[in-house]
């Protein structure tokens, strides 16, 4: 009688073991999907600053053994409206980063989708750019005078190419053109899904000027082949050698900040996650190489901080476009 009841309890004890063994491993493995495979969407073209981003994201992940496998997806067009649109529809989703920022938030108050960054999930802002105004180095533009007495004098033939409507190129271009007074309606922009598309532009002067994120035209201006005018940052940024527009005596900064963002309907510890690994990459030697590399500068916000960031950013930038009549 007595063995069986010690069979009996080695049997339950078992059981119990088993039970919590198998619960712990269905945590691991909840916990470990997402180390071991992480999918990141550049909502923009291949060549842009958010696919750029983004695969500098991809390469610091893998380098470092944060993610073991991490994988860039583009979807352009509309500002990155359409990729949130489908990153909404990720629902649930614990392994998906969107790469967010400034240009997003200009697309939803110039095109007021169904989605907003209301709907997704913030997981933290990372770096910051600023848009460069550019010329073809063999354009009888020299420097940020002529600049404004050419577009002054023919403000409708002056085109400029960039990023997608609304974003900071497009909102720096309409607030620049109403401190010089020119009718912001009257500003010849031609909007481009990707960076790659609106660079090429550029060089084949198809448009007079341009305006892209700095570290997106950086390497044609080392090469020659662009001319930098001015940049949008607040202050001097080290190593660019360009007036600000604010130095030069226009009410014109623009910050293109970049970050993460996840689907909506995952819990606190899988966001808690996400946001552990987008940490160890922004604390990672490698990104701090390609912060120098690329002139981004380390703006790391996360928790309620970044939430009303964003907040506080789309109420902003709705307030302009509003007023350029965008």
């Not at 994201?57 to 944060?66: E, F, N, P, V, Y």
């Not at 002054?152 to 720096?172: M, V």
């Not at 996400?274 to 380390?298: K, Q």
């Not at 790391?300 to 960031?309: A, I, K, N, R, S």
Request: proline share 4%; hydrophobic share 45%.
């Amino acid at each position: 009688m007595g063995k069986i009841i010690r069979n009996l309890i080695f049997g339950v004890v078992v059981a119990v073991v088993a039970v919590f063994a198998f619960g712990n491993a269905i945590n691991t493995a909840s916990n470990s999907t997402v180390r071991s495979k992480i999918t990141i969407m550049a909502p923009a073209a291949p060549g842009g600053g958010w696919d750029g981003f983004a695969r500098t994201a991809q390469q610091t992940l893998r380098s470092d053994g944060i993610v073991a496998n991490a994988q860039v997806v583009n979807v352009p067009g509309a500002s990155g409206t359409i990729g949130l649109s489908q990153c909404v529809q990720m629902a649930g989703r614990d392994d998906y980063l969107m790469v967010t920022g400034g240009v997003m938030v200009g697309g939803i108050a110039v095109s007021k989708p169904n989605e907003t960054l209301e709907d997704v999930t913030p997981i933290a802002r990372i770096a910051d750019d600023y848009a460069a105004i550019v010329v073809p180095s063999d354009s009888d533009i020299q420097d940020l005078d002529d600049f404004i007495a050419a577009w002054q004098d023919d403000p409708t033939g002056f085109s400029f190419a960039g990023g997608s409507l609304g974003s900071i190129e497009h909102l720096t271009t309409a607030m620049l053109a109403g401190e010089v007074g020119i009718d912001p309606a009257d500003v010849n922009y031609i909007a481009y899904s990707g960076g790659g598309d609106a660079l090429s532009a550029m060089l084949s002067h198809t448009t007079t000027a341009g305006a892209s994120g700095y570290n997106e035209v950086a390497p044609q201006i080392e090469a020659g082949q662009l001319r930098l005018i001015a940049i949008s940052a607040p202050d001097p940024v080290e190593g660019v050698d360009a007036p600000t527009l604010v130095e030069a005596g226009y009410d014109v900064q623009m910050t293109n900040w970049r970050g993460f963002v996840a689907p909506p309907g995952i819990t606190d510890e899988q966001k808690q996650e996400l946001v552990d690994i987008v940490t160890e990459m922004r604390d990672s030697e490698e990104w701090t190489a390609a912060l120098e590399r690329n002139s981004w500068t380390d703006t790391y916000l996360v928790g309620d901080e970044f939430e009303q960031f964003i907040e506080q950013q789309q109420e902003e930038v709705n307030a302009i476009v509003e007023e350029l009549g965008l």
